[in-house]
């Protein structure tokens, strides 16, 4: 099975500062799909953003980007600029193509942007 | 107009009771999901369905059953609730192969 690790599982901020989210992950596959997810306080899961293993091109969106490094099986995900929307908890996920669509989920770390 | 929509958002029952979870996609996707997100906030794949055929099964007590009448639908059936089963329920949805995942915005089931 692959595994999603989270290992910060509370973070804070200041409002319009940059916070790095860290995520690992474990698997033989060379083709994989990573994402980040927010779920703020309203409950919905909403994609932030997606990362192809086979790009080595860091995916961007906005104030959104990630640090993928494929070999260390590492994918962080920076909040620039940071916003009070921004509060929520992040959820790293693994998807293998051709499985079912199984996405594995990290347990998450919980942010708190702070006025 | 709301991409996956599931129903009811809460629910609140007693031990033992048997309850229904609803869930629609108007994306057109072919593969739909259930999840379980625990006290934690821990997501669980707990079923997956593509065309209307099961494709994952994960460890979950046969109390719970899903039913897909259509690619558009997924409901998820529970007997005899018990206490543990409290937990918030999402569905979710995707192409086959995914690009991603859609979410409902989720079912809070409180077992009394």
């Known amino acids: 099975a692959q595994t999603v690790t989270q290992s910060q599982p509370e973070m804070s901020v200041q409002e319009a500062e940059t916070v790095t989210l860290s995520c690992t992950y474990d698997?033989?596959?060379?083709?994989?799909?990573l994402f980040w997810y927010k779920q703020p306080p309203s409950r919905q899961m909403i994609l932030v953003i997606r990362?192809?293993?086979?790009?080595?091109q860091n995916a961007t969106e906005n104030r959104f980007s990630v640090n993928f490094q494929k070999a260390a099986k590492s994918f962080s995900l920076k909040i620039s600029d940071s916003q009070l929307g921004d509060t929520a908890m992040y959820f790293c996920?693994?998807?293998?193509?051709?499985?079912?669509?199984?996405?594995?989920f990290g347990t998450g770390t919980s942010l708190t942007v702070i006025p | 107009d709301t991409a996956v929509s599931q129903t009811p958002k809460y629910l609140v029952t007693q031990m033992g009771n048997d309850k229904s979870i609803k869930c629609e996609q108007n994306?057109?996707?072919?593969?739909m999901y259930w999840y379980k997100q625990d006290s934690k906030k821990f997501l669980k794949i707990m079923f997956s369905?593509?065309?209307?055929?099961?494709?994952i099964n994960e460890t979950v007590p046969n109390r719970f059953s899903p039913k897909s009448p259509d690619k558009a639908h997924l409901n998820l059936h529970i007997n005899s609730l018990e206490l543990g089963d409290s937990a918030v329920y999402f569905c979710?949805?995707?192409?086959?192969?995914?690009?991603?995942?859609?979410f409902g915005s989720g079912t809070q089931l409180s077992v009394l």
């Open positions: 698997t033989s596959e060379s083709n994989y799909y």
């Open positions: 979710a949805s995707s192409l086959l192969p995914a690009e991603k995942l859609f």
């Open positions: 990362q192809e293993a086979y790009k080595q």
């Open positions: 996920a693994f998807m293998k193509p051709n499985t079912g669509n199984q996405f594995y």
């Open positions: 994306l057109g996707h072919d593969t």
């Open positions: 369905y593509n065309n209307k055929e099961l494709i």
